[in-house]
């Protein structure tokens, strides 16, 4: 019969067991910490109860020499993202929104043919924010252009005050394709939002740019303006890039490349 | 000066009840269309991406810019003093009144959210020139309610000219936001210009008066009611003072636009190259809307009731095409992003942008029409607004 040992007895643990509890504390310790350090410091994420910060500029490069003739993935995985019908199934393509589409350019004198997406251009000085009667339009402190779902009263004003046909108005009831994170209702107003649910995540991109650097075309760049160190920072320093319609002067947070 | 007698109409012949019942059927198309509208989304309308205000917004703005210069004839007795027009004054001012409520009710009928309309009572952005209107719009209401008022009542008599310079102001000042609805925004090359300002207000001044003369010798004829060739003519003189104006400012606008090149492309194609936009323009708006009611204003033809009449027609019929033409015209012309460029997308760019209007459409802006007439026509019924008779012995007696 095995008698149980005391409690007083204080024969030595194994040395290697010592060792291996202290592993495996540690272990589980950086398992729950890192993750969280890595939002905080790689991407920026930010629990629901913190406002969006101005010392943060999101902004976006698109390289037009790298943007693929006959390419829509961006369109298509932004569709895919916020939960839009792709404007080839909608039954009224004139009134289908479109959060983001393809342009193509041809100068007609030297016939030269250039590529781009189109979408909202997140102003620091939007029209559509100027213009909207209820406030529902708004940009937040990190330079995302949004529409309130809730006080939208859908008059369209910020899509006649637009100078990039950027926004839509939702014509018709919605199918089940939405996305619970991305609201969205009929007889309002949308637009491009740089995927601001995968933003505040802590995703640090958006479908547009993560589907053009899989496709690997590498056209479309994301990031933090306001950051020098950032990738979207270094690249607009080398890089000369336009704005569209820059006559308008209201400081654009998508910078064009070879247009 | 003599005194005049103001008296209801009787409205309690058929005749009456019929006029009121064919308008309430409009009324209630209007209102049908709308349900519909709310119901299905604007995928029913002929809007959509490209043209995103359309038909309702051509009568709505049509009628709060007439409801400003139907204002004008209340203006002229009490700001400027003159006694001919004093009598004329209480119709003047209901029938503003009655153009604003129809022409509100329809812009906001035609929201993609008519529902949330107590969202925007109650959420305001001061930068914006809607938020402006809606503050110039319930002001209007409140000073020619007022003003009326003092029409009405001999006990608030006395501030009848306080409150018709306030009204005048007032007014002045709400079709400089109406036209600046257009005029502030920057994106489009055929707004974004000081001109829409004045142009709307003069504009309001002659389509205001064309839809006065109209009710006012339709409800005289009706009623059997003597109304004199004194007042109708210096009307109809003042009219194609108005007119004159408007072609003035259509011209230093269009010409203004066409000096500039980047907006050369926008400008020919509401005069040249737009099709349909451009037959409007120059057969609607300049012909139909202009030469022809000048010509006939300034003309022995100007002389007779029946040929005021039409001119007054043409005008008003002129002002929906030329509200039509700014409105949708504009839009029409494809936003220019990469100047000299070709460009083509799935979303229209470059192109121009074609506009069916539907019949929901066209119900629910002839709805605020209706509705307007239907407040004028009942009003008279119950208030004292219309003088038992403006025959020229009547009146003639006023001046002196």
Not at chain 1, 51 to 68: I, T
Not at chain 1, 84 to 89: H, K, M, R
Not at chain 1, 179 to 191: F, L, M, Y
Not at chain 2, 365 to 389: D, E, N, Q, Y
Request: with cysteine; glycine share 8%.
């Amino acid at each position: 019969m095995n008698e149980p040992k005391p409690m007083s007895d204080n024969a030595p643990v194994s040395p290697e067991r010592r060792r291996f509890i202290g592993a495996a504390t540690a272990t589980a310790a950086g398992l729950t910490l890192v993750p969280g350090v890595m939002l905080i410091e790689v991407a920026h994420g930010r629990p629901d109860d913190q406002a969006a910060s101005s010392a943060v500029r999101w902004g976006m490069l698109v390289d037009a020499n790298q943007c693929a003739t006959g390419c829509d993935d961006c369109v298509t995985a932004c569709s895919t993202e916020n939960g839009w019908t792709p404007v080839a199934e909608s039954t009224h393509p004139t009134q289908a929104p479109q959060w983001i589409r393809k342009l193509e350019l041809q100068d007609p004198l030297t016939q030269m043919e250039t590529n781009l997406p189109m979408m909202c251009q997140h102003c620091a000085e939007p029209p559509c924010v100027d213009v909207c009667p209820t406030g529902a339009s708004f940009k937040r402190a990190d330079g995302i252009v949004l529409v309130n779902r809730h006080t939208c009263i859908g008059c369209r004003y910020c899509m006649m005050a637009c100078p990039y046909k950027a926004r839509s108005l939702v014509h018709e009831s919605l199918n089940d394709t939405q996305k619970a994170d991305v609201p969205r209702g009929i007889g309002c107003v949308e637009s491009c939002t740089f995927c601001v649910q995968k933003v505040d995540r802590g995703d640090g991109t958006t479908a547009c740019v993560e589907a053009c650097t899989a496709a690997g075309h590498n056209a479309l760049v994301f990031g933090d303006m306001n950051d020098p160190e950032s990738e979207i920072s270094k690249r607009l320093r080398e890089l000369p890039t336009k704005q569209v319609r820059a006559d308008l002067n209201l400081n654009l947070g998508v910078r064009y490349h070879g247009i | 000066m003599a005194s005049i007698t103001f008296r209801e109409v009787e409205g309690s012949s058929p005749k009456y009840w019929m006029l009121f019942g064919f308008l309430g059927l409009f009324v209630l198309f209007g209102a049908l269309a709308w349900n519909s509208m709310h119901h299905h989304g604007h995928v029913i309308t002929g809007m959509n991406n490209q043209i995103v205000w359309g038909l309702p917004h051509v009568f709505a703005v049509f009628l709060i810019v007439a409801a400003s210069g139907a204002l004008n004839v209340a203006s002229i007795a009490s700001v400027f003093n003159k006694p001919m027009y004093k009598p004329l004054a209480p119709l003047s001012a209901i029938l503003a009144l009655a153009l604003m409520l129809g022409g509100l009710l329809v812009l906001v009928l035609d929201l993609g959210r008519s529902d949330r309309l107590i969202v925007a009572m109650t959420h305001f952005n001061f930068k914006s020139m809607f938020t402006w209107n809606v503050f110039l719009y319930s002001g209007f209401f409140a000073l020619v309610g007022a003003y009326l008022w003092t029409m009405l009542d001999r006990s608030v008599k006395t501030y009848s000219k306080a409150a018709g310079t306030a009204a005048f102001i007032w007014r002045l000042t709400l079709t400089t936001g109406t036209g600046s609805l257009f005029g502030f925004l920057i994106a489009r090359e055929l707004y974004g210009s000081s001109m829409l300002a004045p142009m709307f207000i003069i504009m309001s001044f002659a389509y205001g008066l064309a839809i006065y003369l109209m009710v006012l010798a339709a409800a005289y004829a009706w009623t059997g009611r003597p109304l004199g060739d004194a007042v109708m003519l210096r009307l109809k003189t003042l009219l194609a003072v108005f007119i004159a104006a408007v072609l003035y400012f259509v011209v230093v606008y269009h010409m203004t636009l066409l000096y500039f090149a980047s907006r050369q492309d926008a400008v020919a194609f509401i005069l040249r190259d737009g099709g349909m936009i451009t037959t409007l323009f120059w057969v609607g708006q300049i012909l139909i809307g202009s030469v022809v009611p000048l010509v006939i204003l300034l003309t022995a033809l100007g002389k007779q009731r029946m040929w005021i009449m039409v001119a007054c027609a043409l005008i008003i019929v002129g002002g929906i095409v030329q509200m039509y033409v700014t409105i949708i015209g504009a839009q029409a012309f494809p936003l220019d992003m990469f100047p000299g460029m070709i460009e083509k997308s799935s979303f229209f760019d470059g192109q121009i942008h074609h506009y069916s209007p539907s019949m929901p459409e066209l119900f629910l802006g002839l709805g605020g029409v209706a509705i307007a007439l239907l407040v004028t026509t009942f009003a008279v019924k119950v208030l004292r607004l219309l003088p038992a008779s403006l025959d020229d012995a009547t009146v003639a007696k006023l001046e002196h």
